[in-house]
């Protein structure tokens, strides 16, 4: 693929997440979606509008792993360096292993629910650093999945309480698909700046992201009073020590593939 048609590609994803967001916002705003006419939590309804809040996540995430793909040496095993102009296979059997082996780690982190600590951040932001945006993304859908039907069950009320499980697991992965992203970015691909520096610009342009789009979900789902509850419950639960956990996933991924990548250099 030319460098034009590839720009090109990534212009008109970026386009389109665009549009969508503001029309969704739009939408939301005109029929006030906060309000008790829309029915109680999770109510079909609601599950509607968050579909649509979804798609626009799910279109953020994929603009990420189209721009992580369009980066060969992205996408192999660290310390790994293709030939110049070589095409990389995206779902080459590293990526699909490394999706398996991610989506188990992340099933299992799911028990720290049941303590009210998020494990499962911890391990998909070892995840973002070492693998980057796509195998995050399917990764964390694939474990979130049966996580949540077998292994650490979290879904009640049938078939209403499945199509939600899946619109927030494909928003979640979105927001890792973006982290990821920012990982090769901003820390692998920038040695000369001190790994504190880069740490914290990761930290700063990720999080907010990633407790956002939960928080701005909570008003999606919840009439206006059962959203506000839903935030600050999560405010002094998950997310009060939550960005620590990713700060440590972090380290944990970045520590790994830089001994991986000076293993396959010596």
């Known amino acids: 693929m030319s460098k034009e048609k590839g720009k090109g590609i990534e212009l008109g994803l970026a386009v389109i997440t665009a549009v969508a967001w503001i029309i969704y916002w739009l939408a939301y705003f005109t029929y006030r979606v906060w309000s ?28 990420w792993m189209y721009k992580f793909s369009k980066i060969p040496k992205w996408n192999v095993p660290p310390g790994t360096m293709p030939a110049e102009g070589a095409r990389v296979k995206i779902f080459s059997p590293y990526t699909l292993t490394g999706i398996a082996l991610f989506g188990a780690v992340f099933c299992v982190a799911g028990l720290g629910d049941l303590i009210r600590i998020d494990l499962q951040a911890l391990s998909v932001a070892a995840s973002a650093a070492y693998f980057g945006s796509i195998i995050s993304f399917f990764g964390l859908w694939i474990g979130q999945v049966i996580a949540r039907l077998w292994f650490v069950p979290w879904v009640m009320g049938g078939a209403a309480g499945f199509l939600d499980m899946a619109a927030w697991v494909t928003m979640d992965a979105s927001i890792w698909s973006y982290n990821g992203y920012l990982f090769f970015k901003f820390y692998h691909s920038k040695p000369q700046w001190s790994r504190i520096k880069r740490l ?8 907010p992201i990633h407790i956002g789009f939960w928080e701005v979900r909570a008003f999606v789902v919840n009439p206006l009073n059962a959203a506000i509850a839903t935030v600050i419950v999560d405010t002094t639960t998950y997310w009060s020590i939550s960005w620590i956990l990713v700060l440590i996933g972090y380290i944990i991924g970045a520590s790994a593939y830089e001994a991986r990548s000076r293993t396959r250099r010596a």
């Open 36 to 63: 008790e006419e829309w029915g109680p939590t999770a109510s079909p309804t609601r599950i509607g509008w968050e579909y649509g809040y979804t798609f626009c996540t799910l279109l953020w995430g994929i603009l």
């Open 200 to 207: 914290a610009l990761i930290m700063v342009l990720g999080e």
